[in-house]
C-alpha cells in the first residue's frame, strides 16, 4: 500500500474508533434513561487471562467488520492483474514474496503475455528471465508454464471457477485458489494468508493450529455480509497495523475489542511474541 494510500487508510480508522468511543462514553452517561433509537454502545471484552477461552460473542464480531467496513468500505487485494489469469499468475508469483516485488515483475510479463496462450508462446526461458527478481523464479516459472499448459489443454483457456479445478493446476494450493475465487470472481470465501493466520488467533477471532482450521472458523463467525470483503480487511490489517513484531496497538480501531493477553496498550515499540503460524505466504 502506498504511504499516502496508508496514511489515509491509518486516519479513517482512528475516525472509526474515535467514533465508537463516543459512543461508549454517551451510553454510560445515559444509563437507564438513555433515550430509544440511540446507537448501542460497541461490546467491549475483558483482557483475556492465560488458559481463559476467548469470546465468540456474536456481537463482538460483527463490531469488529462494521469497523472494518467504516474505515475501508472497498478494499482491494495488492497484487496488479487485468483478467482471472493474470490474478492467477500473480498470485502463484507471490508465494514467499512481497506484493510489491511480484508487481514490479509482472508489469512489463503482461504486457506481452496476458493469457495462457501468449505464455506458452513466451516460453518458460523468457519467463524467468522476466521473473528473476521473484524469489525462487526457476520453479515459478515452471509452474506457471504447466499451469498454462492444463488450462490450454483441459479448460479452453479459461480459469475454471471450482476450488478442485484451481487446486488441480502446478503451483496451486487452496491458499491461491481462494484468492482467485474472492478476487476474481467475487465468491465469499477467505484465503487464510501468514497475515490473516496470526490475526485470527492472536485477537482472537477463530483459533486454529493450520490454515484451514483458521479458514473454517472464520467461514462460521464472520456475519455474511462482511463475508466477501473479510479476506481484504484481515490482510491489510495484519499487514500494516497488527503486525508480527511490533503490533501498532496505538492506532488499531479494534483495540478495545481484541483480547489478546500481550495487547501493548497503545505502545509499539515493544517486539512481542506470538503463536506459532504456518510459513509465510503458503500456496
Given at each position: 500500500?502506498?504511504?499516502?494510500?496508508?496514511?489515509?487508510?491509518?486516519?479513517?480508522m482512528?475516525?472509526?474508533?474515535?467514533?465508537?468511543?463516543?459512543?461508549?462514553?454517551?451510553?454510560?452517561?445515559?444509563?437507564?434513561?438513555?433515550?430509544?433509537?440511540?446507537?448501542?454502545?460497541?461490546?467491549?471484552?475483558?483482557?483475556?487471562?492465560?488458559?481463559?477461552?476467548?469470546?465468540?460473542?456474536?456481537?463482538?464480531?460483527?463490531?469488529?467488520?462494521?469497523?472494518?467496513?467504516?474505515?475501508?468500505?472497498?478494499?482491494?487485494?495488492?497484487?496488479?492483474?487485468?483478467?482471472?489469469?493474470?490474478?492467477?499468475?500473480?498470485?502463484?508469483?507471490?508465494?514467499?514474496?512481497t506484493?510489491?516485488?511480484?508487481?514490479?515483475?509482472?508489469?512489463?510479463?503482461?504486457?506481452?503475455?496476458?493469457?495462457?496462450?501468449?505464455?506458452?508462446?513466451?516460453?518458460?526461458?523468457?519467463?524467468?528471465?522476466?521473473?528473476?527478481?521473484i524469489?525462487?523464479?526457476r520453479?515459478?516459472?515452471?509452474?506457471?508454464?504447466?499451469?498454462?499448459?492444463?488450462?490450454?489443454?483441459?479448460?479452453?483457456?479459461?480459469?475454471?471457477?471450482?476450488?478442485?479445478?484451481?487446486?488441480?493446476?502446478?503451483?496451486?494450493?487452496?491458499?491461491?485458489?481462494?484468492?482467485?475465487?474472492?478476487?476474481?470472481?467475487?465468491?465469499?470465501?477467505?484465503?487464510?494468508?501468514t497475515?490473516?493466520?496470526?490475526?485470527?488467533?492472536?485477537?482472537?477471532?477463530?483459533?486454529?493450529?493450520?490454515?484451514?482450521?483458521?479458514?473454517?472458523?472464520?467461514?462460521?463467525?464472520?456475519?455474511?455480509?462482511?463475508?466477501?470483503?473479510?479476506?481484504?480487511?484481515?490482510?491489510?490489517?495484519?499487514?500494516?497495523?497488527?503486525?508480527?513484531?511490533?503490533?501498532?496497538?496505538?492506532?488499531?480501531?479494534?483495540?478495545?475489542?481484541?483480547?489478546?493477553?500481550?495487547?501493548?496498550?497503545?505502545?509499539?515499540?515493544?517486539?512481542?511474541?506470538?503463536?506459532?503460524?504456518?510459513?509465510?505466504?503458503?500456496?
Amino acid at each position: 500500500m502506498p504511504d499516502f494510500a496508508l496514511g489515509h487508510y491509518n486516519a479513517q480508522m482512528r475516525k472509526v474508533r474515535t467514533a465508537a468511543q463516543k459512543t461508549l462514553v454517551k451510553s454510560s452517561r445515559g444509563g437507564a434513561h438513555a433515550q430509544a433509537g440511540k446507537a448501542e454502545p460497541a461490546p467491549q471484552e475483558p483482557r483475556r487471562r492465560a488458559g481463559q477461552p476467548p469470546s465468540q460473542d456474536p456481537a463482538r464480531i460483527k463490531e469488529i467488520f462494521r469497523r472494518f467496513k467504516a474505515a475501508n468500505p472497498h478494499p482491494k487485494g495488492e497484487l496488479d492483474h487485468v483478467n482471472p489469469y493474470t490474478l492467477l499468475v500473480a498470485v502463484v508469483l507471490s508465494a514467499q514474496s512481497t506484493d510489491k516485488g511480484v508487481n514490479k515483475a509482472t508489469k512489463p510479463l503482461f504486457l506481452c503475455a496476458d493469457t495462457p496462450e501468449k505464455m506458452l508462446a513466451l516460453g518458460e526461458e523468457k519467463l524467468r528471465d522476466m521473473i528473476k527478481t521473484i524469489g525462487f523464479f526457476r520453479a515459478k516459472a515452471k509452474n506457471v508454464i504447466a499451469l498454462s499448459e492444463r488450462l490450454v489443454k483441459d479448460f479452453g483457456g479459461v480459469v475454471p471457477r471450482s476450488r478442485e479445478a484451481l487446486e488441480s493446476l502446478p503451483g496451486v494450493g487452496r491458499k491461491t485458489a481462494n484468492v482467485v475465487l474472492n478476487i476474481a470472481f467475487g465468491e465469499p470465501v477467505i484465503a487464510v494468508d501468514t497475515h490473516i493466520f496470526r490475526v485470527s488467533n492472536r485477537i482472537p477471532l477463530a483459533i486454529g493450529k493450520t490454515p484451514l482450521e483458521v479458514e473454517r472458523g472464520l467461514d462460521a463467525l464472520i456475519p455474511a455480509a462482511y463475508k466477501h470483503d473479510a479476506h481484504h480487511w484481515l490482510i491489510l490489517h495484519g499487514r500494516y497495523v497488527c503486525k508480527s513484531r511490533k503490533p501498532d496497538c496505538g492506532h488499531c480501531l479494534i483495540s478495545d475489542l481484541c483480547q489478546w493477553p500481550g495487547k501493548l496498550a497503545g505502545k509499539d515499540e515493544t517486539p512481542v511474541t506470538e503463536r506459532s503460524s504456518p510459513a509465510r505466504r503458503p500456496g
